[in-house]
């Protein structure tokens, strides 16, 4: 079960490397993460069905 938490908006193709961003997310859309279920899927003009894919895979993190 994978599903869309949240979309980046790029009305001009403009996708450059370095973008950043903050999203809240809802504690369903914190568990898929958590879980290793979400994914970023890339839309362009060209390529509308998405440019490029890839899994977002949780990482441990240690607070000290």
Known sequence: YFAVVLEFPNSDDSLRE???????????????????????????KKNPAGEIRGQIAPVPLTIS
């Open 18 to 44: 370095g973008m950043t961003g903050t999203a809240k997310l809802d504690a369903q859309s914190v568990a898929l993460l958590v879980a290793g279920k979400t994914y970023v899927n890339v839309h362009t």
